[in-house]
C-alpha cells in the first residue's frame, strides 16, 4: 500500500440543493440541505484511503462540534489522525450551493485552517517517510511550501492541486513534481485567456489538467501530451470530484502504475464521485472505482 500523506484544510459543509443557483442578490427556494465533512484537504485524504493507500492527514480542526464530526468522518474512512491539531475556536465551513445540473458555487470560511502554520519536527518526518504527497491551498502557503520542502529533503514525490486558484511563489512550484489543476486554475496561474501548458510547463514538469466532461489532459517536460477521455455518468453533485481524482491518482502514482494509467484510473475515481451528492461521503471505493475503469470511457 503506498503511504500518502495530505496536508490541508478540513471544512464542514453545508449543502443546501435547489433548482437553479441563485444570482447576487436574489433568493431562490432550495429543496433539500445536509451536512457533511468536507475541505479539499480531507477530500483527498479520504479518496486517497478509500483508493487504497495508507493516508495520514495533517491539518487543523476547531474545538467545535463541527471538528469533533470531521475528524470522526476521517476515522471512519481509515485516515491516520493522529496529528491532526485541534486549536480553540470554529472549525472550516463551506457553505455550498448545488443545482438540478449538478453544478456548484463553494464559499469557504477557513477557521481553524489558518493555525495550521508552520510545520512540527513530527509532521515533517510524517511527510518524509511518505511516497506521495498532497497539499491543495486552502492552508497557509507558508505551510504548503514547507510541507512540499520536507517532501523533497525525503525524497517523497509531490502532487499540488492548485485549488482554490492563488498566487502559486516560485519557491513553492520549485519543489512540486506534479501539478494538477481545472481549467480556471490553469488561468489564473499563467495569466492567460484559455489553459497555456507550455506556460505551465515553464513553472513545473508535470502538469494534469482536468476539463471536466471533456476529460483531462497530461503533459510533462519530456515531450508528452496526452488526452485522456471522461467516463459518462450521470452527474448528481461535481463536488469533490477533483478531490476524488486526485487522492485515486496519488494512490495509483505512488502504486508505480505509469501516469497516463494513474490518470485514467484517477478519471474513473472522478466520475464514480459525481454520482453522489455531497464531499466526503461521495468518495469512492477502490471498488467502485475498478468497475467504472474497466466498463471503460466508450470512447
Ligand atoms: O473540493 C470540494 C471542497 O471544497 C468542499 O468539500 C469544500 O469544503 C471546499 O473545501
Sequence with gaps: MPKIVVAGSANMDLVGLAERLPQPGETVLGDDFMMTPGGKGANQAIAAARAGGECTFLGAIGSDAFGVTIKARLNASGVDTAHVRTSYGSSGVAVIMVDRAGENTI????????????????????????????????IPVETVIAANRAAREGGTRTILNAAPARHLPPELLAVIDLLVVNESEATAITGSAEPDMAALLELVPRVVLTMSGAGSRYADREGADERIPAFRVEAVDTTAAGDAFTGALAVAWGEGRPLIEA?????????????????????????????????????
Excluded: H
Design 107 to 138: 464559499m469557504v470560511s477557513p477557521g481553524a485552517n489558518t493555525t495550521f502554520a508552520g510545520l512540527s519536527a513530527a509532521e515533517e518526518t510524517v511527510i518524509a517517510d511518505g511516497d506521495v504527497l498532497i497539499c491543495q491551498q486552502e
Design 263 to 299: 490518470i485514467r484510473w484517477a478519471s474513473a475515481a472522478g466520475a464514480a464521485c459525481v454520482r453522489k451528492v455531497g464531499a466526503s461521503n461521495s468518495l469512492p471505493s477502490r471498488a467502485d472505482i475498478d468497475v467504472l475503469y474497466a466498463r471503460g470511457t466508450g470512447s
